[in-house]
């Protein structure tokens, strides 16, 4: 570990609040009392120094207050099994600024769950390369509300991969101004099912050269 709290009940402390855990030896089994700030900063500073060298296996322990306190930096250093051993609660506790810096290996390592608990602000202020992170399988996770969340800018970052696991629901989802920003290419990636439940306005607002492109095989 990297740096010091001195003295055990501190450590105790210091521990009960990297893990939320608020049983500490000591307090009577009570909820331990509220650092002061300057403690506090120490707590998020150290928690912050130990985090890249931090197990898989510790982070799913840590305590939403810990992952509040990490640093986008930080957050942006981490390994593809570091972010994958990140909890749907704590994924959902992340401010918009660390989901954007989640690292596009990162959330190419979460499983559809994890990707459904990233919230619609988070989705929408990813850039192109890391929505092209997620797996097909997780893209074909995420809510009709991620989706909508997804920018016209991001919209050339989904990949022909992603596009083939599009479900009927994502599908009908799309607003027209995102359907308009889907390349030919793209669309002739999306599986029949998803494309008949396209609406009659989704499909005009396609074009010309992308209605073309339509497979109905």
Known sequence: MVGAITGSNSAALYQAWLTGNRTVTGQGGGAPAAPDATVLLSWQALANANMPTTLPTDIAK???????ALHADVISSLTPSQVAAFTTAQI???STTQVQALPATGIGALNGRQA?????????????VQISGFTASSFGSLSTDQI??????????????????L?????????????DSITAQQI???PVTA????????IVALGTDSVSALSFK
């Open 188 to 190: 002739s990636a999306i």
């Open 195 to 202: 494309i008949t439940a396209l609406s009659t306005g989704q």
């Open 62 to 68: 840590l305590s939403t207050d810990a992952i509040a």
């Open 116 to 128: 459904l608990a990233i919230s619609t602000d988070g989705i929408a202020l990813l850039s192109g």
């Open 148 to 165: 909508q969340a997804i920018s016209t800018d991001q919209i050339s970052g989904i990949s022909t991969r992603q596009l083939q696991a």
């Open 167 to 179: 479900t009927s629901a994502q599908a009908r989802a799309l607003k027209t101004a995102q359907i």
């Open 92 to 94: 959902s506790s992340l």
